[in-house]
């Protein structure tokens, strides 16, 4: 893999409605990440593309169906795919999710939370261990939003997230909208959460919107969609990472729905630069 840059950097989700504008944008956008099970049946027409657009700017790769946070080992054919993709268009970077996909035989269609426990820590850690050895580096590891909190857990999201972090050596791929929405639907202060994270080890940052739904007893649930614009109070959040964390950071706003024109979506690359920016101030004053 690629080395990755130096200083902050801040892209897209690439995705085949947003490809035109991300092009004709060069000059404002630093990065793409791309989903990595969309490609892995890519034929060698669509892998040379791959390549182009790696040659054109920095590529990451997220996969979303590995399921790394269980305590059942990810499958081998699944890592060897992910493996062959990495060697065919270098991206810099791999993440995937703390969540599982499957059980039992049976695929769930969804990313959904595991029992935070001591047993699933160790799973997880196990299954990134697998991971690095078959790709031949580790994943990041991303948050995830749920809309339950998982049942038979014995420890809290952040310090589960820490335990994984810790154990495994995996930098976080910190996803600010999964942070706040929990956050809220759990009667925590996000900002609180924020810090309670192991946010020396935050390499990469998502920012996505939601929108609020009906809960059980008319309680309301903030769902994680990627089909709103990223809200106030992320941009917020990420301010006060920028404030906490001096280290590079790249930044990804995902968008899967309810395309806006581009320079909409540019004014949103705008926004996370500028509150990036106000965080990295206040820490240095």
Do not use: K
Request: glycine share 10%.
């Amino acid at each position: 893999m690629r080395q990755l840059s130096a200083g902050d950097r801040f892209g897209f989700g690439w995705r085949p409605e947003l490809a035109a504008g991300i092009l004709a944008h060069l000059d404002r956008v630093d990065v793409v990440e791309l989903i990595a099970e969309d490609h892995f049946g890519a034929g060698r027409t669509a892998l040379r593309a791959l390549r182009t657009l790696s040659a054109q700017l920095p590529v990451l790769l997220h996969g979303v169906a590995l399921g790394l946070a269980s305590t059942v080992p990810v499958e081998t054919r699944r890592l060897d795919r992910m493996a062959r993709l990495i060697e065919a268009i270098g991206p810099e970077s791999w993440s995937e999710h703390l969540a599982f996909t499957r059980g039992g035989g049976v695929e769930i269609g969804h990313l959904a939370a595991p029992p935070r426990s001591a047993a699933s820590v160790e799973g997880a850690c196990r299954n990134l261990d697998a991971a690095r050895r078959i790709t031949g580096s580790l994943p990041s590891v991303e948050n995830i939003a749920t809309l339950i909190d998982p049942p038979a857990s014995t420890m809290g999201e952040a310090a589960w997230i820490d335990a994984i972090i810790r154990g495994s050596g995996a930098l976080l791929l910190l996803d600010l909208h999964n942070l706040y929405a929990n956050a809220v639907n759990f009667g925590q202060d996000p900002r609180q959460l924020l810090r309670r994270l192991p946010l020396d080890r935050v390499g990469m940052v998502h920012l996505s919107g939601g929108h609020w739904i009906e809960g059980p007893m008319g309680a309301r649930r903030l769902l994680d969609d990627h089909i709103h614009d990223v809200p106030p109070e992320v941009f917020e959040l990420l301010t006060e990472l920028g404030r906490l964390a001096p280290q590079p950071l790249t930044i990804i706003i995902e968008r899967d729905g309810h395309y806006p024109g581009f320079a909409h979506l540019l004014a949103q690359l705008d926004a996370a630069r500028a509150a990036l920016a106000l965080g990295r101030q206040a820490a240095a004053a």
